[in-house]
C-alpha cells in the first residue's frame, strides 16, 4: 500500500513548481539537451530499419540461413522491448544522465562489434546487445526532455524528439540501400560509431542528471523477471505466429504464457514496496488512453510500412534506394509536422491534434487499400504524406500525454512504457496485418491461377507459389515463356493487392478507434514538476 499512496500524492502534489536557479552555460541547457539526446535515439530508430535492407548482402557473405537473418531481427527487436520499461526503471534509479551516456556508449560499441564480425552468430549476439543498450538510452532520452524543459515548451521538445524517431525510421530504407550498395553492408553499423562518439561527448558535456525527491531506491526483482518474460512470450508469439501458424500449439502456449505472467506480475506489483509499475499509474485515465493510442498508432504505422516496401520494390519493381525516396512523402511530412504538432498541443493540448491526427491516418490507410499496379508516383504521395501527417500529432501527442501524466519521479518507467508500446503495437501490426495478408493470398491464389489458365500446380507448388506471392514476387521458374511469366506476374501482382488492401482497411478501422481512444486524453497533470520549470 506504501507505493501506492506515494504514487498517488505524486499526482497532488507537484515536486519543485518553481524549479531550480536559470540555467548558465552549456550543461543542462534545454535546447542542447534535446539536440544530445535527438543525436543518441536517431541511431536506435535508424537501426529498427535500416538493417532490413543489409540482410540479404549479410546472408550472402556470411553464408547464413534464413532463419539466421530473421534472428538479426528478431534478437533486436526482442531485446529492445523486453528490456524498455526495466530500463527506463533504471533511469528513475541511478539518474537518467547516466543510463543514457551508457545506453549510447554500448549501442556504438556493440555496433562496431558487428561490422568486424566474421560469423552470424556473433553478428546475432551483438544485435541483441545493440538491443540491450538501445532500450537504456530510449526512456533515459524522455526523462532527461522531461526533467529539463517547463510545461510550455515540453510538447515542442518532443515534437522534435518524435520527428528525429519518425524521420530515421522512415529514412533508414534509404541510407541503408545507399551504404549497402556503394559501401559495404558493414557500413550499416560502423556509421553508428562516429554518430555515439558525437552523442557521447556532447552527452558528457551537456547533460545534466536531475532526480526526484522520491526516486526508487530498490529494485522489483520478481516484477523485473516477470514482467520481461511476459513481454518475451508475446514477441515471440507475435514474431513466430505467422511461421508456425496462429493455430499452433506453440503459438497458442505462448500467448498464454504471456497472459498468465502479465496477471502474475499484476498481482505482484499489489504488493511489493517499490513495485517496477505502480498500478495507480493507470489510474490515470489519460496515460492508459496514451499507451493504448501508442501501440494502435504502432499497429497501424509498422504494419502498413511493412507492406509498403513490399509494394513498392517487388510490385513496381523499384530499386531500396528508389523506394526510400518514394516514402520521402511520408518522411518529409514527419519531419514538418511534428514540431508545429507540438505547437499545437501546446496552445491547444492534446485531444483534438491526437483526434485529427489518427482521423488523417484512417484516410491515409483506406486511400492506400485503393493502390494497384498501375498507381502513378502522385497517387502514392499524396496517401504517404497524409499519413506522415496523421502520425506527427500522435507520436507527439500520445508521448506527452503518457510522460507528462505520470509522476517526475517515474518519469523513466513511463518513457519505458511509451516505447514498449511501440515495439508491441509494431509487433502486433506486422504480425495480425501479415496474418490478414497471408490468408487472402492463400484463399485467392488457386482460384486467380486457375482463371488465368495457367498450368495447375501440385500442393507443394502451390505453397512455394503462395510463399512468394505474400511478399508480392511472382513464383517464375527459369525457363518460363514470357508470355506464361506475363500471366504469373499479372496474378501475383494481383493477388498480392488484394490481400494489402485487406489489410489497408483492417488499419484504418484500427485508425478510427485510435480516434475515438484519442477522446480521452488530455494535457499532462505532472508536466508543472519538470525540472526546467519556467526557466528557458
Known amino acids: 500500500m506504501t507505493s501506492q499512496t506515494t504514487v498517488e500524492k505524486a499526482w497532488q502534489e507537484p515536486q519543485d513548481p518553481l524549479g531550480p536557479a536559470p540555467v548558465k552555460g552549456l550543461r543542462g541547457h534545454p535546447w542542447l539537451t534535446l539536440f544530445s539526446v535527438a543525436i543518441g535515439v536517431m541511431m536506435v530508430a535508424l537501426d529498427g530499419t535500416i538493417v532490413a535492407i543489409a540482410n540479404p548482402a549479410i546472408q550472402k557473405d556470411l553464408d547464413a540461413s534464413l532463419a539466421d537473418v530473421q534472428w538479426i531481427t528478431n ?33 556504438a560499441a556493440a555496433s562496431a562489434a558487428i561490422g568486424f564480425s566474421s560469423s552470424v552468430a556473433l553478428v546475432i549476439v551483438f544485435r541483441v546487445l545493440q538491443g540491450l543498450f538501445g532500450a537504456l538510452l530510449m526512456p533515459a532520452a524522455l526523462g532527461l526532455l522531461r526533467a529539463t524543459f517547463p510545461a510550455e515548451k515540453l510538447n515542442m521538445a518532443i515534437g522534435i524528439w518524435g520527428m528525429v524517431i519518425g524521420a530515421s525510421t522512415a529514412g533508414g530504407p534509404i541510407l541503408g540501400g545507399v551504404l549497402v550498395e556503394h559501401v559495404s553492408w558493414q557500413s550499416v553499423f560502423f556509421i553508428n560509431v562516429p554518430v555515439g562518439v558525437i552523442a557521447l561527448v556532447m552527452g558528457v558535456l551537456i547533460l545534466k542528471d536531475h532526480r526526484a525527491e522520491n526516486a526508487p531506491r530498490s529494485f522489483d526483482i520478481a516484477g523485473i523477471v516477470l514482467l520481461s518474460t511476459a513481454m518475451f512470450c508475446l514477441i515471440w508469439a507475435l514474431i513466430k505466429g505467422a511461421e508456425w501458424g496462429w493455430g499452433d500449439p506453440k503459438t497458442v502456449g505462448f500467448l498464454v504464457a504471456a497472459v498468465v505472467l502479465f496477471v502474475g506480475f499484476a498481482l505482484v506489483q499489489q504488493r511489493v514496496k517499490e513495485p517496477l509499475i505502480p498500478l495507480a499509474m493507470f489510474r490515470s485515465v489519460p496515460l492508459s488512453a496514451g499507451t493504448v493510442l501508442m501501440v494502435l498508432m504502432a499497429f497501424g ?72 499496379v498501375g498507381t502513378s508516383t502522385l497517387t502514392m504521395s499524396i496517401w504517404f504524406a497524409l499519413l506522415g501527417l496523421g502520425l506527427a500529432p500522435v507520436m507527439v501527442g500520445a508521448t506527452e500525454v503518457i510522460v507528462g501524466n505520470a509522476p517526475m519521479e517515474l518519469s523513466g518507467v513511463a518513457g519505458g512504457l511509451q516505447q514498449a508500446a511501440m515495439q508491441v503495437g509494431g509487433s502486433l501490426g506486422t504480425a495480425v496485418l501479415g496474418a490478414i495478408m497471408a490468408a487472402g493470398v492463400d484463399s485467392r491464389l488457386p482460384d486467380a491461377w486457375n482463371e488465368a489458365k495457367l498450368p495447375p500446380l501440385s500442393p507443394e507448388q502451390l505453397e512455394q507459389a503462395s510463399s512468394a506471392v505474400k511478399v508480392g514476387m511472382p513464383p517464375v521458374a527459369e525457363g518460363t515463356p514470357p508470355e506464361v511469366a506475363g500471366k504469373i506476374a499479372n496474378v501475383a501482382h494481383d493477388t498480392f493487392i488484394s490481400g494489402m488492401s485487406t489489410a489497408f482497411m483492417v488499419a484504418g478501422i484500427v485508425a478510427v478507434i485510435a480516434a475515438l481512444v484519442a477522446t480521452l486524453t488530455k494535457r499532462g497533470e505532472n508536466a508543472e514538476a519538470g525540472a526546467g520549470a519556467g526557466h528557458i
Open 75 to 107: 534478437g533486436y527487436m526482442l531485446a529492445l522491448a523486453v528490456s524498455l520499461i526495466t530500463a527506463g526503471k533504471l533511469g528513475d534509479r541511478f539518474g537518467h544522465r547516466q543510463t543514457f551516456l551508457i545506453g549510447v556508449a554500448g549501442f
Open 301 to 372: 504505422f509498422m504494419g502498413g510500412l511493412f507492406f509498403v516496401t513490399f509494394y513498392l520494390q517487388n510490385v513496381h519493381g523499384l530499386s531500396p534506394v528508389d523506394s526510400g525516396l518514394h516514402l520521402l512523402p511520408l518522411t518529409g511530412m514527419m519531419i514538418v509536422a511534428s514540431p508545429l504538432a507540438g505547437a499545437m498541443i501546446t496552445k491547444f493540448g492534446p485531444r483534438v491534434p491526437l483526434v485529427g491526427g489518427m482521423v488523417s491516418t484512417a484516410v491515409a490507410m483506406f486511400g492506400m487499400s485503393q493502390l494497384s
